[in-house]
């Protein structure tokens, strides 16, 4: 088991910048494949950023150039630094944590992108 607790949302105005946390704990963090994840009011579930096991990361082309995913396996924590948010990017963020057979999510923290 995987627990996974989000912090850092808020509220910002257009052109701000956030850093989203997730903190795990439960297991061994540094064998996961950790993501953010978006989801908006009545739009789908979306990949903001992932960083697997070594290191590489992917972006959609939506955040590229204004997101950066990290991890520290010394503190079990995966970050999300957002930068030049758009109100486009509001949404609650999750944090995913899988690999084969095992797929968490933490509870979610709201972004607002507001003048």
């Known amino acids: 088991q995987v627990q996974l607790v989000e912090s850092g949302g808020g509220l910002v105005q257009p052109g701000g910048s956030l850093r989203l946390s997730c903190a795990a704990s439960g297991s061994i963090f540094s064998i996961y494949t950790m993501g953010w994840y978006r989801q908006a009011p009545g739009k789908q579930r979306e990949l903001a950023a992932v960083i697997i096991r070594g290191g590489s990361t992917y972006y959609p082309d939506s955040v590229k150039d204004r997101f950066t995913i990290s991890r520290d396996n010394a503190k079990n924590t995966v970050y999300l630094q957002m930068n030049s948010l758009k109100p486009e990017d509001t949404a609650v963020y999750y944090c995913?944590?899988?690999?084969?057979?095992?797929?968490?999510w933490g509870q979610g923290t709201q972004v607002t992108v507001s003048s």
């Open positions: 995913n944590a899988r690999r084969p057979g095992y797929n968490y």
